[in-house]
């Protein structure tokens, strides 16, 4: 891989866009090699996931402008398309993922960290789609995820004035989960992804797929998907140690029961 690195560390996988020159701009190769690292993804050892951008500057500045601005009307909706299945894939990713967001976060950066579980970022980190100023919308999801994460209003605003906003505005919102000083980032993201990580991971998985699935549903087609994915917990081991774990007193006695599952 030329732009994007990958390295686990215990049960947490780490992805870093690196190109850095260019503020880890988004071009086809970036999406293409984030792409096959997530089908490498060894998913048997691997819990939790970090995306986060290369040097201090940046986590993904965008586009490339400079790839987009000769394409035809067809080749732009397939550039889009390219950008929108890796960013699905992401987001429907079956173990959680969490957006490390190191400074700035525009346009497709801000739409690759939507598509993430959790954002959570540094204190210099920018924020904005300022996709109508290059007389474009936004082609990466960010008209959709946006405006469901921060609602249609603020999301309209956004993206009408193509302003960007600090990071504690994108916390008041609802952008982000939680600002860190810039050199505490990368420990705080590894530390919430080494407790997701020790947690039944079928259970989290579930959980996740049921949130994700239960937002494009109704609420009685929402609560009969959370029933299917609760009732799949069952008779799993996970759920056999963590409920008699809970259950009973000797706790050391349990732990040796299970050891070899």
Do not use: W
């Not at 691997?46 to 400079?66: E, M, N, P, Y």
């Not at 990713?93 to 190191?102: E, H, R, T």
């Not at 346009?107 to 970022?121: F, L, N, V, Y």
Request: net charge negative.
């Amino acid at each position: 891989m030329e732009f994007v690195l990958y390295e686990v560390k215990g049960q947490v996988g780490i992805i870093t866009i690196s190109r850095e020159k260019a503020l880890n701009a988004l071009n086809s190769a970036v999406l293409d090699e984030l792409d096959k690292t997530l089908d490498a993804v060894d998913l048997d050892n691997v819990r939790c996931l970090i995306l986060t951008g290369a040097g201090q500057k940046s986590f993904v500045a965008g586009a490339d402008i400079g790839e987009m601005s000769t394409l035809t009307k067809a080749e732009g909706e397939a550039f889009g398309k390219k950008g929108n299945d890796v960013f699905r894939k992401l987001e429907v990713f079956p173990i959680p993922v969490i957006a490390a967001i190191n400074g700035f976060a525009l346009g497709g950066g801000c739409e690759i960290s939507m598509s993430c579980d959790i954002r959570i970022c540094s204190d210099n980190a920018v924020f904005g789609q300022p996709e109508v100023g290059l007389g474009i919308t936004p082609g990466f999801g960010g008209t959709q995820r946006l405006a469901r994460l921060v609602g249609p209003g603020m999301a309209k605003q956004m993206i009408y004035t193509a302003r960007n906003i600090k990071a504690d505005e994108a916390l008041r919102i609802g952008l982000v989960n939680a600002v860190y000083p810039q050199e505490e980032l990368m420990a705080a993201a590894e530390k919430m992804a080494a407790g997701i990580a020790k947690n039944a991971p079928i259970a989290v998985r579930n959980c996740k797929k049921a949130i994700n699935d239960g937002l494009e549903a109704g609420m009685d087609d929402a609560i009969v998907i959370e029933e299917k994915l609760f009732g799949d917990c069952f008779e799993t081991e996970d759920q056999k140690y963590g409920m008699a774990f809970f259950l009973d007193k000797n706790k050391e006695k349990v732990k040796e029961a299970f050891k070899n599952c």
